[in-house]
């Protein structure tokens, strides 16, 4: 199996917020945009594999800058990270100011998705080939992670967490 570059999963949604998603702040709703996020992440975690892919996790979500309505939201998601048959999916969401047209960045998130096959078995998908520097660090991040979260859940001992281990030495 080839290798991918995170640019070849690259999935982008543009969508404008409208008065039915919004709270009474006339902000958009946290979980409008976390369905947003998952169906970018969703497209660009079948384009790396090529399989079925199902959503395993919701690893991390921030909101840090709240959505009104109105606004014009891009939801940009790439393949940070394939493991054997998991891939995490870092996810940016921007929101285009009305008059200037200039983007800032207002939330980002990371999922984490597993190709399975017709009968619902999880399948291998190709490996990550990290390009730009800022994939190369979302690239090495997504190890630490991965393993914080074995470790956390019980599935490995913290002697076998050996990226987390390399960050205190």
């Known amino acids: 199996m080839q290798a991918k570059t995170p640019e070849q999963s690259k999935t982008i949604l543009t969508d404008m917020v409208l008065p039915g998603e919004t709270n009474p ?14 169906r970018a992440a969703s497209i660009a975690a079948r384009r790396h594999s090529r399989r079925i892919v199902v959503t395993a996790s919701v690893n991390h ?9 109105g606004s014009v939201v891009t939801v940009e998601a790439k393949v940070s990270r394939a493991f054997k048959t998991s891939m995490e999916v870092f996810i940016d969401v921007w929101i285009e100011d009305r008059e200037s047209g200039e983007r800032t960045i207002a939330n980002e998130a990371i999922y984490t998705f597993v190709a399975v096959d017709d009968t619902g078995r999880p399948v291998s998908v190709p490996e ?11 690239y090495a991040a997504a190890l630490r992670r991965k393993q914080l979260s074995l470790l ?7 002697n ?6 390399a960050l205190f030495e």
């Open 152 to 158: 956390l859940a019980g599935k490995i001992k913290p």
């Open 61 to 69: 979500v921030a909101f840090s800058k709240a959505v009104p309505l």
């Open 25 to 38: 702040l006339n902000n958009l709703f946290g979980g409008e945009l976390l369905a947003r996020m998952d």
């Open 128 to 138: 990550v080939k990290p390009e730009t520097a800022l994939e190369k660090e979302r």
């Open 160 to 165: 076998d967490a050996t990226e987390l281990k």
